[in-house]
T-cell receptor, first 112, second 113 residues
Framework: SQQGEEDPQALSIQEGENATMNCSYK?????LQWYRQNSGRGLVHLILIRSNEREKHSGRLRVTLDTSKKSSSLLITASRAADTASYFCATDGGTGRRALTFGSGTRLQVQP | DSGVTQTPKHLITATGQRVTLRCSPR?????VYWYQQSLDQGLQFLIQYYNGEERAKGNILERFSAQQFPDLHSELNLSSLELGDSALYFC????????????FGPGTRLTVL
């Protein structure tokens, strides 16, 4: 079963706009990660935020984590057509913290 | 390129058959994870090996089994295949025995007819 739920399920924006995706999870975590998947291909790790961090930046990506609400958000600024992909949050809650539990994903379409 | 390789890329087989998927982790990574991605179930963790030992099990069916060899490559065996087993199967690797950053292979697309 999916631990995380992502919102929205799909998002369509214009190039240059910002895209925000949200993730909610159920159990306590050590870290939360975001991955990108281009259609039918392997997942690419984007960013990891630990449970004692509230915000983290990497290039055009900004991730926030609110452990009291069990939620995270991924912001992509100044989006590009190449950002078109599905984005998944993943947590290490459960399975003895050995494996990742993925959310259902947000499909982002960036129109040129 | 993540450094994780998976073979084959595509596999088409019939119900009732058995297949083997292969994964080579990144150089130096001791953990190998297997995930299944299907339209109805999303990304599901199947099983993890660390340095040859099974360490965690997820939603893996009894018809499925895996192992990690001394050279750290891993194989996922799927038997008595059913139509519902059609999915993308991903292997991921990481250096550690806990869920930190994982590096995913390109996947094997299995189609059961």
């Amino acid at each position: 079963s999916q631990q995380g739920e992502e919102d929205p399920q799909a998002l369509s924006i214009q190039e240059g706009e910002n895209a925000t995706m949200n993730c909610s999870y159920k159990t306590s975590i050590n870290n939360l990660q975001w991955y990108r998947q281009n259609s039918g291909r392997g997942l690419v790790h984007l960013i990891l935020i630990r449970s004692n961090e509230r915000e983290k930046h990497s290039g055009r990506l900004r991730v926030t984590l609110d452990t009291s609400k069990k939620s995270s958000s991924l912001l992509i600024t100044a989006s590009r057509a190449a950002d078109t992909a599905s984005y998944f949050c993943a947590t290490d809650g459960g399975t003895g913290r050995r494996a990742l539990t993925f959310g259902s994903g947000t499909r982002l379409q960036v129109q040129p | 390129d993540s450094g994780v390789t998976q073979t084959p890329k595509h596999l088409i087989t019939a119900t009732g058959q058995r297949v083997t998927l292969r994964c080579s982790p990144r150089s130096g990574d001791l953990s190998v994870y297997w995930y299944q991605q299907s339209l109805d179930q999303g990304l599901q963790f199947l099983i993890q090996y660390y340095n040859g030992e099974e360490r965690a099990k997820g939603n893996i069916l009894e018809r499925f089994s895996a192992q990690q060899f001394p050279d750290l490559h891993s194989e996922l065996n799927l038997s008595s295949l059913e139509l519902g087993d059609s999915a993308l199967y991903f292997c991921a690797s990481s250096p550690r025995d806990y869920a930190d950053t994982q590096y995913f292979g390109p996947g094997t697309r299995l189609t059961v007819l």
